[in-house]
């Protein structure tokens, strides 16, 4: 475990609520008491979620669980397992191109466990990156998960490479909530597959992009039931020293053009989201060169949600790592990523 830091500054509120003790909550009345219940943190929780959609634009509803009509685009054997080029409707007219990735075991009948792999940012081949196509190294999870026996599914990330959706047009204010709604309806995907062991649940994966993408999805979607986040994160205080301008496009939040200037206004920091994924399994990557993301404010951050865990029982579940690299996900790091996908996913 990593020691407690000290911050001699004071941090600024959250919506009237104090970034670190998350224990902190508005009660009926709109007073401040502290949870000491699992149920008093969930108005917190529900309060931080709220914060969240306003800035990324709201869930879509059952209206746009359309019938998914997954189409198998290409199909290409890779030694044990098939690596399939398809797509799939997210939304009434959107159609999300993606790789699925299943082992030939699980085809031949003993159904496996999935993981949903996500993209890190790659304007030229996309997902293809996951799947060991091309790109940097140390991004081919899909790849290496699928040849440990698990299904995966990587889905592409709106407005990157090949994938243009028109946000606008299918009812989305931001590519944020494109992909976390994409993402949702990839687990129902992944759901309908016989080869998919369903009931354990499913993991999600993913760096840099990918990696604040896994969180986004996970706090929203109950079914993943462990959360990978390389590289993914600081606090919106820290990150570019409070320069939220990189968020302010449309393939993310242009909502964040409302708090350029005045970051501690924003209504959603990691400090909560984090939190938010309690009681499940968190594995975290957080390089100590990085110059994206600050692996002392993801110390901060976990310093804050680890009694959110605590008070559900399960302290050790949010695991932190800081390899001596840059803004990467190197080998001892993925590879042990792996292994708490596996205590999680193949427990039973």
Known sequence: MLSVLVVSAEVPRLRGLSREDLLEFHDASGSVQRAATTNEWEQRRAEALAGFLSVTGPLPGQAQRCPLHMKIEEEVDCGNYFRRLISYESSPDGRVPAYLCIPKAALA???????????????????QVVVGLGGKPHRQYAAELAERGYVTLSPSYPL????????????????????????IRGLDLLETLPFVNKHVGFAAIGHSLGG????????????????????????VLDYYGGNLKGWVQERYMP??????????????DYYELIAALAPRRVFINAPLKDANFKWDSVDRVAAAAWPVFAL???????????????HDFPDQERMEAYQVIESVLRQH
């Open 312 to 326: 559900h029982g399960v302290e050790s579940n949010l695991i932190i790592r800081h390899p001596n690299c840059e």
């Open 109 to 127: 009948g003993h159904s496996a466990p999935a993981v949903l792999c996500l993209h890190p940012t790659e304007n030229v081949i996309g997902h």
């Open 212 to 235: 604040h993408n896994s969180i986004f999805t996970a706090v929203l979607d109950g079914r993943l039931k462990v959360v990978i986040s390389s590289c993914g994160f600081d606090s």
């Open 255 to 268: 909502k964040m053009a409302d708090y350029l200037g005045r970051p501690q206004d924003v209504p959603f």
């Open 160 to 183: 990157l490479a090949k994938y243009q959706p028109d946000l606008k047009g299918l009812g989305f204010s931001s590519g944020t909530m494109k992909a976390i709604w994409d993402n």
